[in-house]
């Protein structure tokens, strides 16, 4: 009977997809579930989760309903099973009455395969009604994080989605998220009345991304170089903190020839709509956002997700960082850090209404996105190692690449905690510094500064470097940015054992910021198979302008025709008939029907 379905699984999977094979725990959870089992799947995203409610939904009878919290996605993603062939449709606000009917006969009658709706709209005694007398398959409930309170995702009608249980105890229900916190697991497995669902946990790991943490010096020109050398030809997300900084943001990079949209939740509605719908359809975009921005965005596509500003916590910055390469090719993670976000975090945390019990919760997850910029290890491991899976060196990360040289740092760290033991723990990094410098300032005179011993015993070493040091000395837990209104610093009990002598200190060995190299592809980015040759390239920008064409007509995102692995599998494999194309993964059934004379046509036209 199992095997059964596994053949039948697969046998979806190659001809409405197009996929050759299932990846990770896809096929065991597909099995599970189209058993009519329960499951509760942590996948990271890119993973592949949509497959694992939706192959079930069309190996069972009845119809898929899947709980989704973003409105202004639900067209795209049924367009996208459209395209395949499935039958979709959504229930949302954004309908007239009539459609609304429309789709709600096809529900009852069990003549559509899955249709997607908002858990506020579920909620409704017309839509459970609707529920109770239509032939349902499954339930599968997406971005289940939604439920937990303490994320930022937060929709307080996720809570109520309990009730499916209670009103359909035999219809299997799914639960997937992409976050990686043991703390938010546990709710949604006991919140969703999941206890007993089989829980499928994938590896969080991210090969294809690769993370690189560089100094900010410039911030926006830094920025502006990563892309035009690294990634001129494509689409990214550049996350910032404020609004201001977002459109100030995308105005610069517009400017220098790079097309950039904003993105954040004090824009107009509309305004925010269009400019997500543009970044969805168009190749080489880049959103400049706040974090408002990004879940549920099934580009798979973004080949760079940049941020300017220091994320609050390892939880966002893998969260926002994901969103890039989820079709698997190899994309990048950029940031640009500096003293100042370490600053002005923790002044946002001390000046938050939060209670203390919740600041220290803040104050170490902070701690712990320090750790990870300034680590001498691999970044990937690092943050693996936060989520609990533990890993080697990845190859693929900036310290792996050109691993940061250690150096014993005792001394000029002893230089920097004692000026600030001198300076009575009152003032803040820049005095420190130049104090620690000898530089003749109008405070320094003022306090007669330049009257201590430490004045000046660090004229050898250039401020950028202080500062460098002083971020180190800030993870590694030595000093602390205080709370009050001049952010000066102070030090922990952990400094003293330094001061006295007791205690060496390991720091990276200062390197002026250098102009980002393109970088060599890696082993483990497996990007080898899908190197195009120059006249594979012409190819696959001709399969592009064809898309975007086709895309247009339809009114549809271009990776909705075909996404990019697909165009270059198939500038490298040149099908010159169907029957060649045919083999190429993320060519199925209908799609060979609606564009497979065109493709062919393209390629033999080429050859
Ligand atoms: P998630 O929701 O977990 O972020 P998606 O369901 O959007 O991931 O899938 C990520 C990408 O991987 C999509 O581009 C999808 O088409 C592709 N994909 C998923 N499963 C497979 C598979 N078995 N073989 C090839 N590609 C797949
Ligand atoms: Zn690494």
Same mark, same amino acid.
């Given at each position: 009977?199992?095997?059964?379905?596994?053949?039948?699984?697969?046998?979806?999977?190659?001809?409405?997809?197009?996929?050759?094979?299932?990846?990770?725990?896809?096929? &065991?959870?597909?099995?599970?579930?189209?058993?009519?089992?329960?499951?509760?799947?942590?996948?990271?995203?890119?993973?592949?989760?949509?497959?694992?409610?939706?192959?079930?939904?069309?190996?069972?009878?009845?119809?898929?309903?899947?709980?989704?919290?973003?409105?202004?996605?639900?067209?795209?993603?049924?367009?996208?099973?459209?395209?395949?062939?499935?039958?979709?449709?959504?229930?949302?606000?954004?309908?007239?009455?009539?459609?609304?009917?429309?789709?709600?006969?096809?529900?009852?009658?069990?003549?559509?395969?899955?249709?997607?709706?908002?858990?506020?709209?579920?909620?409704?005694?017309?839509?459970?009604?609707?529920?109770?007398?239509?032939?349902?398959?499954?339930?599968?409930?997406? %971005?289940?994080?939604?439920?937990?309170?303490?994320?930022?995702?937060?929709?307080?009608?996720?809570?109520? =989605?309990?009730?499916? *249980? %209670?009103?359909?105890?035999?219809?299997?229900?799914?639960?997937?998220?992409?976050?990686?916190?043991?703390?938010? !697991?546990?709710?949604?497995? *006991?919140?969703?009345?999941?206890?007993?669902?089989?829980?499928?946990?994938?590896?969080?790991?991210?090969?294809?991304?690769?993370?690189?943490?560089?100094?900010?010096?410039?911030?926006?020109?830094?920025? =502006?170089?990563?892309?035009?050398?690294?990634?001129?030809?494509?689409?990214?997300?550049?996350?910032?903190?404020?609004?201001?900084?977002?459109?100030?943001?995308?105005?610069?990079?517009?400017?220098?020839?790079?097309?950039?949209?904003?993105?954040?939740?004090?824009?107009?509605?509309?305004?925010?709509?269009?400019?997500?719908?543009?970044?969805? !359809?168009?190749?080489?975009?880049?959103?400049?956002?706040? $974090?408002?921005?990004?879940?549920?965005?099934?580009?798979?596509?973004?080949?760079?997700?940049?941020?300017?500003?220091?994320?609050?916590?390892?939880?966002?910055?893998?969260?926002?960082?994901?969103?890039?390469?989820?079709?698997?090719?190899?994309?990048?993670?950029?940031?640009?850090?500096?003293?100042?976000?370490?600053?002005?975090?923790?002044?946002?945390?001390?000046?938050?209404?939060?209670?203390?019990?919740?600041?220290?919760?803040?104050?170490?997850?902070?701690?712990?996105?320090?750790?990870?910029?300034?680590?001498?290890?691999?970044?990937?491991?690092?943050?693996?190692?936060?989520?609990?899976?533990?890993?080697?060196?990845?190859?693929?990360?900036?310290?792996?690449?050109?691993?940061?040289?250690?150096?014993?740092?005792?001394?000029?760290?002893?230089?920097?905690?004692?000026?600030?033991?001198?300076?009575?723990?009152?003032?803040?990094?820049?005095?420190?510094?130049?104090?620690?410098?000898?530089?003749?300032? &109008?405070? $320094?005179?003022?306090?007669?500064?330049?009257?201590?011993?430490?004045?000046?015993?660090? /004229?050898?070493?250039?401020?950028? &470097?202080?500062?460098?040091?002083?971020?180190? /000395?800030?993870?590694?837990?030595?000093?602390?940015?205080?709370?009050?209104?001049?952010?000066?610093?102070?030090?922990?009990?952990?400094?003293?054992?330094?001061?006295?002598?007791?205690?060496?200190?390991?720091?990276?060995?200062?390197?002026?910021?250098?102009?980002?190299?393109?970088?060599?592809?890696?082993?483990?980015?497996?990007?080898?198979?899908?190197?195009?040759?120059?006249?594979?390239?012409?190819?696959?920008?001709?399969?592009?302008?064809?898309?975007?064409?086709?895309?247009? %007509?339809?009114?549809?995102?271009?990776?909705?025709?075909?996404?990019?692995?697909?165009?270059?599998?198939?500038?490298?494999?040149?099908?010159?008939?169907?029957?060649?194309?045919?083999?190429?993964?993320?060519?199925?059934?209908?799609?060979?029907?609606?564009?497979?004379?065109?493709?062919?046509?393209?390629?033999?036209?080429?050859?």
């Amino acid at each position: 009977m199992t095997s059964d379905i596994g053949a039948r699984a697969l046998h979806v999977l190659e001809t409405v997809f197009g996929y050759p094979a299932f990846r990770g725990q896809q096929a &065991e959870i597909v099995e599970h579930v189209a058993s009519g089992g329960d499951a509760l799947v942590l996948m990271p995203t890119g993973g592949g989760k949509s497959l694992c409610y939706q192959i079930p939904a069309l190996l069972r009878d009845g119809v898929g309903v899947v709980v989704s919290p973003l409105i202004a996605l639900m067209q795209d993603q049924v367009d996208a099973l459209e395209e395949v062939g499935v039958r979709a449709a959504f229930l949302n606000s954004t309908q007239s009455f009539e459609e609304t009917l429309r789709i709600e006969r096809l529900v009852r009658s069990g003549e559509i395969d899955l249709v997607y709706v908002a858990p506020e709209r579920l909620l409704t005694q017309r839509c459970l009604e609707l529920f109770d007398a239509s032939p349902i398959s499954l339930f599968a409930i997406d %971005e289940a994080h939604c439920v937990s309170q303490w994320g930022h995702d937060f929709r307080p009608e996720y809570i109520r =989605l309990s009730v499916l *249980h %209670e009103r359909y105890p035999t219809i299997p229900r799914i639960a997937l998220t992409a976050t990686a916190d043991q703390q938010t !697991r546990e709710e949604i497995a *006991h919140r969703l009345q999941l206890d007993d669902a089989r829980k499928f946990v994938s590896s969080f790991d991210r090969p294809n991304i690769r993370y690189s943490i560089v100094e900010k010096t410039t911030g926006r020109k830094q920025l =502006l170089d990563f892309i035009s050398s690294e990634h001129p030809q494509d689409s990214g997300i550049v996350y910032c903190l404020s609004r201001k900084k977002v459109e100030e943001t995308a105005d610069f990079l517009n400017e220098h020839g790079i097309k950039a949209l904003p993105y954040h939740a004090g824009m107009e509605y509309s305004v925010r709509a269009a400019n997500q719908s543009r970044f969805l !359809r168009e190749d080489n975009i880049t959103m400049v956002a706040t $974090i408002a921005f990004g879940m549920g965005i099934d580009k798979p596509d973004v080949r760079y997700v940049c941020h300017l500003d220091l994320p609050k916590s390892l939880e966002g910055y893998y969260q926002e960082t994901g969103r890039a390469g989820r079709d698997g090719l190899p994309a990048s993670a950029w940031m640009a850090y500096g003293l100042q976000d370490v600053v002005l975090q923790r002044r946002m945390i001390d000046e938050s209404e939060a209670d203390e019990t919740f600041k220290r919760v803040l104050s170490m997850k902070l701690d712990a996105m320090l750790g990870l910029c300034e680590t001498l290890s691999c970044r990937r491991m690092r943050l693996l190692d936060y989520f609990g899976e533990r890993s080697g060196p990845c190859g693929n990360c900036d310290t792996c690449l050109i691993p940061p040289i250690q150096v014993d740092g005792t001394v000029p760290m002893q230089k920097l905690l004692s000026a600030i033991y001198r300076v009575d723990q009152r003032f803040a990094a820049g005095h420190v510094i130049d104090v620690l410098r000898g530089a003749q300032t &109008e405070r $320094i005179s003022q306090w007669h500064h330049d009257k201590l011993t430490v004045y000046g015993v660090g /004229a050898d070493r250039s401020e950028q &470097e202080w500062r460098a040091i002083v971020r180190q /000395a800030i993870a590694l837990g030595f000093v602390t940015v205080d709370h009050d209104a001049f952010s000066s610093l102070k030090l922990t009990d952990a400094a003293r054992p330094v001061l006295k002598g007791e205690q060496k200190v390991q720091l990276r060995q200062y390197q002026k910021p250098v102009k980002a190299k393109r970088p060599s592809s890696s082993r483990s980015s497996g990007y080898e198979e899908l190197e195009l040759s120059r006249s594979e390239q012409q190819i696959f920008e001709r399969l592009r302008t064809w898309r975007m064409g086709t895309a247009r %007509e339809h009114g549809v995102p271009a990776y909705v025709v075909f996404q990019d692995a697909t165009l270059r599998e198939i500038a490298k494999v040149k099908p010159g008939s169907l029957d060649a194309l045919r083999g190429v993964s993320g060519v199925g059934e209908k799609k060979l029907v609606s564009y497979g004379d065109e493709i062919v046509a393209i390629i033999n036209e080429m050859m």
